[in-house]
């Protein structure tokens, strides 16, 4: 007996690859609008690059919302290529492109006080990350103990240093610490109230990781005589980090941001450097753009590293494999 909506072979290893069932011949397939061609194809591969592993946080849009979102990106793109034009033309008004400001980029005095701040602002990041990291380890193990006197000052620590604004905290250790007696290096000054504020943001990412597994790991471990600790270091832990190693490269790009607040303390890092040239050589606009040329090669170099992580240790799915789309058919 046949019928219209009779399954197209293969049916069942379609559903094990996580890819929606197809019927033949329902709905019938249309080139104009479901493939496709041309700039629209090229378009949408860009925006499926762009958007990566987030396609299953949310339902594929359809031909009308893939329409809708190819006219607002050339949209946008108009009308920042407007922007950027009416600015360099501003710029050229004012002699703000003029050679003789760009010049002093390319000569060896400049670039090597530029790449001095650059290693100032670097140094202050893997210090930085190299003590936070480790210390917010410990306060997501604390958190997650279960005793009540590590538990509860590990969560008020966390909830009080994500609410305190960093630049409250290096005011603080500057002319608080002076107050009490206590004199810092301006590197420390700097560097520890980094490291307290971000640490409580590792702290969380770690705890979201070991939550984030499923529950049936902490059942096969007790259920092979592991301990709590022993569970949590052997079994929950590794996983968490290997699952949050991109968000992790991620929150360091948010520490590099963060070293820009040297100025407050006098430190010589990258954007303090430019502030200075800028001032000294009467070119303030040119020493940000070129600055803010470096910071964002560096952002993009930590931003491949992050993705690089991410395809190295596969994906956001961990252990369990990948999360399947809303929507997918599954086997048992």
């Given at each position: 007996m046949t019928s219209s909506l009779r399954e197209e072979p293969d049916v069942r290893s379609a559903a094990a690859d996580d890819r929606p069932v197809r019927y033949a011949g329902f709905p019938p397939k249309r080139p104009g609008r479901d493939a496709p061609r041309g700039l629209r194809?090229?378009?949408?591969?860009?925006?499926?690059?762009?958007?990566?592993?987030?396609?299953?946080?949310?339902?594929?849009?359809?031909?009308?919302?893939?329409?809708?979102?190819?006219?607002?990106?050339a949209v946008s793109l108009a009308l920042f290529a407007a922007l950027v034009a009416v600015a360099t033309q501003r710029f050229a008004a004012h002699g703000q492109l003029d050679p003789a400001k760009w010049r002093l980029f390319v000569e060896w005095p400049v670039i090597r006080y530029l790449l001095v701040s650059l290693w100032a602002t670097v140094r202050v990041t893997l210090v930085s990350g190299a003590i936070a990291l480790p210390l917010g380890a410990l306060l997501a193990l604390a958190r997650l103990s279960g005793t009540a006197w590590?538990?509860?000052?590990?969560?008020?620590?966390?909830?009080?240093?994500?609410?305190?604004?960093?630049?409250?905290?290096?005011?603080?250790?500057?002319?608080?610490?002076?107050?009490?007696?206590?004199?810092?290096?301006?590197?420390?000054?700097?560097?520890?109230?980094?490291?307290?504020?971000?640490?409580?943001?590792?702290?969380?990412?770690?705890?979201?990781?070991?939550?984030?597994?499923?529950?049936?790991?902490?059942?096969?471990?007790?259920?092979?005589?592991?301990?709590?600790?022993?569970?949590?270091?052997?079994?929950?832990?590794?996983?968490?980090?290997?699952?949050?190693?991109p968000a992790l490269v991620s929150q360091l790009v948010r520490?590099?941001?963060?070293?820009?607040?040297?100025?407050?303390?006098?430190?010589?890092?990258?954007?303090?450097?430019?502030?200075?040239?800028?001032?000294?050589?009467?070119?303030?606009?040119?020493?940000?753009?070129?600055?803010?040329?470096?910071?964002?090669?560096?952002?993009?170099?930590?931003?491949?590293?992050?993705?690089?992580?991410?395809?190295?240790?596969?994906?956001?799915?961990?252990?369990a494999g990948p999360v399947p789309s809303p929507g997918t058919a599954t086997t048992v």
């Amino acid at each position: 007996m046949t019928s219209s909506l009779r399954e197209e072979p293969d049916v069942r290893s379609a559903a094990a690859d996580d890819r929606p069932v197809r019927y033949a011949g329902f709905p019938p397939k249309r080139p104009g609008r479901d493939a496709p061609r041309g700039l629209r194809a090229r378009l949408s591969g860009a925006l499926d690059r762009l958007d990566g592993d987030d396609v299953p946080l949310f339902d594929e849009p359809g031909p009308r919302g893939r329409r809708r979102i190819a006219i607002a990106t050339a949209v946008s793109l108009a009308l920042f290529a407007a922007l950027v034009a009416v600015a360099t033309q501003r710029f050229a008004a004012h002699g703000q492109l003029d050679p003789a400001k760009w010049r002093l980029f390319v000569e060896w005095p400049v670039i090597r006080y530029l790449l001095v701040s650059l290693w100032a602002t670097v140094r202050v990041t893997l210090v930085s990350g190299a003590i936070a990291l480790p210390l917010g380890a410990l306060l997501a193990l604390a958190r997650l103990s279960g005793t009540a006197w590590l538990s509860r000052p590990a969560g008020l620590y966390v909830e009080v240093m994500r609410a305190v604004p960093l630049l409250l905290l290096i005011y603080a250790f500057l002319l608080g610490l002076p107050a009490a007696g206590l004199r810092l290096p301006l590197f420390w000054q700097l560097v520890w109230p980094i490291v307290l504020t971000n640490a409580a943001v590792f702290a969380e990412i770690f705890r979201s990781g070991v939550l984030a597994l499923p529950a049936g790991q902490t059942e096969a471990a007790h259920a092979l005589g592991l301990g709590g600790w022993q569970t949590m270091r052997l079994v929950l832990l590794p996983q968490a980090v290997r699952q949050t190693a991109p968000a992790l490269v991620s929150q360091l790009v948010r520490l590099l941001k963060d070293s820009t607040l040297g100025y407050v303390v006098s430190f010589l890092e990258l954007l303090n450097a430019a502030k200075v040239l800028g001032e000294f050589n009467h070119t303030i606009i040119q020493s940000y753009l070129v600055v803010a040329l470096v910071y964002v090669v560096v952002n993009l170099v930590l931003a491949q590293t992050a993705a690089r992580l991410e395809r190295r240790l596969g994906g956001r799915g961990g252990p369990a494999g990948p999360v399947p789309s809303p929507g997918t058919a599954t086997t048992v």
